[in-house]
């Protein structure tokens, strides 16, 4: 029985050093499982943030080329403009085809009432810009335009003289002392306007020497010489540079030029016509009309 008994009692010790060998692997599996679920979710957080970022990713560049994409422009812009505006819009030009390397603008300068009448009577023009409201309305008037005009820069007035201000003009008044050769334009020609306006609000009678073509007439008869005054533009008493001088117009008897701008409707390039426009209207554009003396309207 003795014997017996301690079979059994050393099967049992045997049997329960077994199970605490089972338990043993159990917590060993236990322990492995934990760190590689950790992984794995780890895993999962990282990739779950990685999409939305690359997902973006182009989203961002697509609307960076939306914002910064310019029309494809080409061919010709054929621009009739006025003859006041020669400097600043030659340099639009310029910087228009800088922009727009396909296209090619054509300007054509003179008075704004003869611009007028050329395009009414069917002269290739895209876009018009007068120096007054006036003549503007003749095209629309003709229903020559394709939108409504707008203004686009202001100007005033000056009077022009001779280097050096040789016969001593000190103001409006001085135009009509004897001697003194004066010039201006005919009065349906912008600036012959408003020096009529300018001489009359003065109460200032003179009689012309001559009837320029267009305010660059003036300009080039005091600058040669041939005449000692005008009444301008502010800004080609600037453009003269040193050939003359300017004598100014007060406040109260000076009239405030304006100048609207329109494609006409019988543009041959609407796309290019628009596109000078919405640059003469843009930053780039009213810093150079700024740069050669005008005002914002």
């Not at 876009?127 to 003749?138: G, L, P």
């Amino acid at each position: 029985m003795r014997g017996t008994h301690r079979l059994l009692l050393t099967a049992i010790a045997a049997l329960s050093m077994v199970g605490a060998s089972c338990g043993s692997d159990s917590a060993k599996t236990a322990a492995t499982t934990t760190p590689t679920t950790t992984v794995a979710t780890t895993s999962a957080s990282v990739a779950t943030e990685a999409v939305p970022r690359t997902a973006q990713a182009p989203i961002t560049t697509e609307a960076a080329t939306t914002t910064q994409a310019k029309p494809e422009l080409s061919g010709g812009i054929t621009v009739f403009a006025a003859s006041s505006l020669t400097a600043a819009y030659t340099e639009i030009a310029k910087a228009f085809m800088t922009e727009f390397p396909n296209s090619k603008v054509t300007l054509n300068f003179g008075a704004s009432s003869d611009l007028v009448t050329q395009i009414n009577e069917g002269a290739p023009a895209d876009v018009y810009a007068s120096a007054d409201e006036t003549n503007m309305k003749k095209l629309t008037d003709a229903a020559g335009n394709a939108g409504d005009p707008q203004t686009f820069a202001t100007n005033s007035l000056e009077i022009i003289v001779g280097k050096g201000n040789p016969k001593g003009i000190t103001g409006v008044a001085d135009l009509a002392k004897p001697g003194v050769i004066f010039v201006t334009c005919a009065p349906e020609v912008p600036i012959g306007k408003y020096s009529a306006q300018v001489l009359s609000t003065a109460g200032v009678t003179v009689t012309p020497a001559s009837l320029e073509q267009n305010v660059k007439g003036i300009v080039t008869k005091v600058t040669l010489g041939e005449a000692d005054a005008g009444i301008v533009y502010k800004t080609d008493v600037m453009a003269a540079g040193d050939q003359a001088a300017g004598v100014e117009i007060p406040a109260d008897i000076n009239v405030t030029a304006t100048y609207p701008l329109v494609v006409t409707k019988a543009a041959t390039n609407p796309a290019g016509a628009q596109a000078f426009v919405d640059f003469v209207f843009g930053e780039q554009g009213q810093k150079i009309m700024a740069r050669y003396g005008f005002t914002a309207p």
